[in-house]
Structure formats: C-alpha cells, structure tokens
T-cell receptor, first 111, second 113 residues
Framework: LAKTTQPISMDSYEGQEVNITCSHN???????ITWYQQFPSQGPRFIIQ???TKVTNEVASLFIPADRKSSTLSLPRVSLSDTAVYYC????????????FGTGTRLQVTL | DVKVTQSSRYLVKRTGEKVFLECVQD?????MFWYRQDPGLGLRLIYF???????EKGDIPEGYSVSREKKERFSLILESASTNQTSMYLC????????????FGDGTRLSIL
C-alpha cells in the first residue's frame, strides 16, 4: 500500500503561489495521483489528477517527477476562498482496495 | 453535475444499536465508496462496490458491512455500534475503470453514545 505524507499545515498571503508536496515512496505502476480540496462541512472535491510529468487545468497544476515518489500541487495566486484542506490520493479506482489518502494539508490564506 | 446524497447530516445512536447510513448517487456511476474521516487520520476506506451486489473490503472493514441492491444506492451498516465508531462518514461514487475522479457527498457525522 502506498503510504502518503503531506505537511500538516501551510500559511500563505493572498496573491501568492502555493506549492503543496505529497510523498508517496511506494507508489505502484498502475497508481494515479489525485488531489482533492475540502471545505468545512463539505465532502472533498476533485481538483486535478496525473500519472507523470505535468498536468495543468484551470485551477491548478500538478508536477510529478520521473520517479513518481512525490507530487506537488501548485495553486497560482491564491485567494481567501482557497483556504481549505488539501488531500492527495494515490491509487486507482480499478483496484480501490489500495486507495490511500494523505492526512491532508490545511492551507490558511490571509490578506 | 453529479450529486451524491447522504441521508443524514447528523446522527446520534446508542452503543449496541444497528445503524444504517444511506447514500444515493444520480449519475449512473458503477463505483461507490464508504470512507470514515477522523482528525489526524485523513480519509480511510471502509468498503467499496464496483457493481450491484458486489463489494470489496477497504482498509478498515471491521465492524461494518455494506449493501448494494441497486446501482444508485450504497448502504453502510454498523452491525453493533460502538463508541469508537463515532466519526464523519463520507460516501463517494465514480465511473468504472481506472483513474476516475470520485464525487463525494457532504458526510454524515455519527455519534455513538
């Protein structure tokens, strides 16, 4: 089972770029890396997913080095509304018994 | 938009009771999941189902069972509730196959007294 490790918390000012790293040393060949965002009293919400190299969408980028033992979620120019908990998930829904969420990173954005 | 609905936001039960948590999704997804979320432990998979009447154990299935009689509905059952099952329970669904994003409900906060 791929164990994932994330920083417990991060602080940022509005307008800065935030990078959150997740370590997953035991990632398997078929595993994907997925990031979710969670606000209080809500379920997690999908942000971005990748297998290797770099993926970008309208809200974030995901950087995955060649060895795939870590990944970095990059949030450009954060705003107050990005204050949330961010989880990385390693695995794939085809073999869901091996899905492993990180313990989450609490991002606090201030003015 | 995919909607995953959990029947209760808050639930209070007593030790030893049989507890049912219900989850319904409206997007014809093949996969459905039950997680529990505890402070400092993140989300841990209890059970998942990839088809009607099919189920597989996740990381922490002890003390739980599940039922999936219809594609859109996935039930989590606490056979005999205990205080250590006090937690936030999250249901999710996804399309079948690999690397499909999961869509989560807003959770049921269950307290066992």
């Amino acid at each position: 089972l791929a164990k994932t490790t994330q920083p417990i918390s991060m602080d940022s000012y509005e307008g800065q770029e935030v990078n959150i790293t997740c370590s997953h040393n035991n990632i398997a060949t078929n595993d994907y890396i997925t990031w979710y965002q969670q606000f209080p009293s809500q379920g997690p919400r999908f942000i971005i997913q990748g297998y290797k190299t770099k993926v970008t969408n309208e809200v974030a980028s995901l950087f995955i080095p060649a060895d795939r033992k870590s990944s970095t979620l990059s949030l450009p120019r954060v705003s107050l509304s990005d204050t949330a908990v961010y989880y990385c998930l390693v695995g794939n829904t085809g073999t869901a018994s091996k899905l492993t969420f990180g313990t989450g990173t609490r991002l606090q954005v201030t003015l | 938009d995919v909607k995953v609905t959990q029947s209760s936001r808050y639930l209070v039960k007593r030790t030893g009771e049989k507890v049912f948590l219900e989850c319904v999704q409206d997007m014809d997804h093949e996969n459905m999941f039950w997680y529990r979320q505890d402070p400092g432990l993140g989300l841990r998979l209890i059970y998942f189902s990839y088809d009607v009447k099919m189920k597989e154990k996740g990381d922490i299935p002890e003390g739980y069972s599940v039922s999936r009689e219809k594609k859109e509905r996935f039930s989590l059952i606490l056979e005999s509730a205990s205080t250590n099952q006090t937690s936030m329970y999250l249901c999710a669904s996804s399309l079948g196959g690999l690397n499909q994003p999961q869509h989560f409900g807003d959770g049921t906060r269950l307290s066992i007294l």
